[in-house]
């Protein structure tokens, strides 16, 4: 049976597209046996997917059954309640805007989405977000155009409802939703799991560089694990794995944790997970968390934007000098090291622009930071992370031409202090068991920790530097082991 199928109501559905072997009826899915150990992605197109039918249990079995299905109950349950999803003002200014100019007159006006996509250029935001809601093959959508484009009805729509030139459409976007499975000849032997690793190639600081990429997926292939490497343009074949690795820089209102949250409602494995970015990506939550857990931190301080917050005031909590920071900066970007009033009011407006709370913490200067890589709640690397010259911070933002970073100390593990290990540890028990890098600094022996990174540095030449390859083994392992716990 191949890993990818179509489910139809009749085989003669298909008259108008390619022959295929991947195309079964619904009726015989249902009837189908299936191998404990397979891993599927099934494209349920059943022209009925109400409650009690064959269709609705075709995506209910094939959820009960461990395969990755499209619909999956949870949206057809959506589907048929009406419940509905608000865009955001940036979307509905894109949409309000393409309405305008092809001057739309209807009141309400009707967007056919296939798999993430459509065929009016310029709305193809629309469609994905409106896809990652409602993960369906087909989808009709109607669009108050009297009311900035609300979103008014979401529908399943099937085969035959579509015309020849949305059917030729359809044909094409089914095929790039599986074109890697569908265009690539597979070779007899099957790997056990499929792990997509995704990353940004367009990043100026990526957690990981290209060598380490290429590393991953090497070792996963030694381990019988087809790993591949995807971006964005590949969000719509998230389904056709088992589980997602994150390696690009997260952040709360980006793509990165739409797929997290994707991945999760649809039970893959996933680092990082949803909760992690929630917990690690803002350092208001993190250093709450901190506090009230009595793990030692810098001392710390909110201000708020509503308040009139002076140097003064604030040097009298903290010291002088010390740090305000954006929530939700990373790569040092963010952060700003102040010594008197002017220089405060003026890190303070530039950062209130982008968050109505800063935090602002005590300078603690040190020759280095610790990097303590953190895995299923143990020890994994230890770094040392020195200052950037002549500068206070890892990277130095402001250096003319680019970018300049510190020099990089791998250690072996026994040659960390053991409260640095111990105070790491017991930090990201609060956060979860993923993949951390948790960074702290020694005062007077006290391992103080700065902050938990969910998606933490792993570089080739620099976090690897002891362990080799068993550093990408160790994680590619942590993805086999829970794939395994699950499937008992």
Request: net charge neutral; aromatic share 10%; hydrophobic share 35%.
């Amino acid at each position: 049976m191949n890993r990818v199928l179509v489910l139809l109501n009749q085989l003669n559905d298909w008259k108008p597209y390619y022959e295929s072997n991947s195309i079964m009826t619904v009726s015989d899915y249902l009837k189908y046996k299936p191998n404990s150990k397979e891993s599927k992605l099934i494209i349920n197109l059943s022209n009925d997917y109400s409650y009690n039918s064959e269709g609705y249990y075709c995506s209910l079995l094939a959820q009960a059954r461990g395969h990755k299905i499209i619909p999956g109950v949870d949206v057809i349950n959506k589907l048929e309640s009406g419940t509905g999803i608000r865009m955001d003002s940036n979307l509905h200014k894109l949409c309000y805007q393409w309405i305008q100019k092809e001057q739309i007159q209807e009141n309400t006006w009707y967007l056919n989405i296939y798999f993430g996509t459509c065929k009016e250029k310029g709305l193809e935001r629309i469609a994905r977000f409106i896809f990652d809601n409602y993960p369906a093959p087909i989808l009709k959508v109607g669009l108050n155009t009297r009311q900035r484009n609300q979103i008014e009805s979401i529908q399943a729509l099937s085969l035959k409802d579509l015309s020849n030139e949305e059917q030729d459409f359809f044909a094409e976007a089914l095929d790039n939703f599986n074109k890697k499975i569908w265009r690539t000849p597979r070779s007899p032997k099957h790997s056990r799991y499929n792990l997509a690793i995704y990353y940004d190639p367009q990043e100026k600081f990526p957690p990981s560089n290209k060598k380490a990429l290429n590393k991953f997926v090497d070792i996963a292939k030694k381990m019988d694990v087809n790993a591949e490497l995807i971006t964005e343009e590949d969000r719509i074949r998230l389904m056709e794995f088992d589980a997602l690795f994150i390696r690009a820089t997260t952040s709360l209102n980006h793509l990165t944790f739409q797929l997290s949250q994707k991945a999760r409602q649809h039970d893959m494995v996933v680092i990082d997970d949803p909760l992690s970015i929630i917990r690690c990506t803002n350092k208001v939550y993190l250093n709450e968390l901190l506090e009230r857990e009595k793990i030692p931190i810098p001392v710390s301080r909110l201000i708020f934007r509503s308040n009139n917050n002076t140097f003064d005031e604030i040097a009298a909590c903290v010291g002088s000098p010390f740090i305000v920071k954006i929530p939700d900066g990373s790569f040092s970007h963010g952060m700003h090291k102040v010594t008197d009033e002017a220089g405060f009011k003026k890190a303070a407006d530039t950062l209130f622009e982008k968050s109505a709370i800063l935090l602002v913490q005590e300078y603690i200067p040190t020759e280095f930071d610790w990097r303590i890589g953190v895995l299923n709640g143990e020890a994994l690397y230890a770094c040392k992370y020195y200052m950037a010259k002549n500068h206070w911070q890892i990277y130095n933002h402001g250096v003319k031409g680019g970018n300049q970073s510190g020099l990089v100390d791998t250690l072996p593990l026994y040659q960390v202090p053991g409260n640095v290990i111990r105070t790491a540890l017991k930090a990201t028990s609060l956060i979860g068991k993923g993949l951390y890098g948790v960074d702290l600094k020694v005062i007077n022996n006290k391992a103080v920790v700065i902050e938990i990174n969910d998606n933490p540095s792993i570089d080739h030449g620099i976090e690897d530097t002891i362990l080799g390859d068993e550093l990408y083994y160790r994680i590619i392992n942590y993805f086999v082991r829970s794939l395994e716990l699950k499937s008992r």
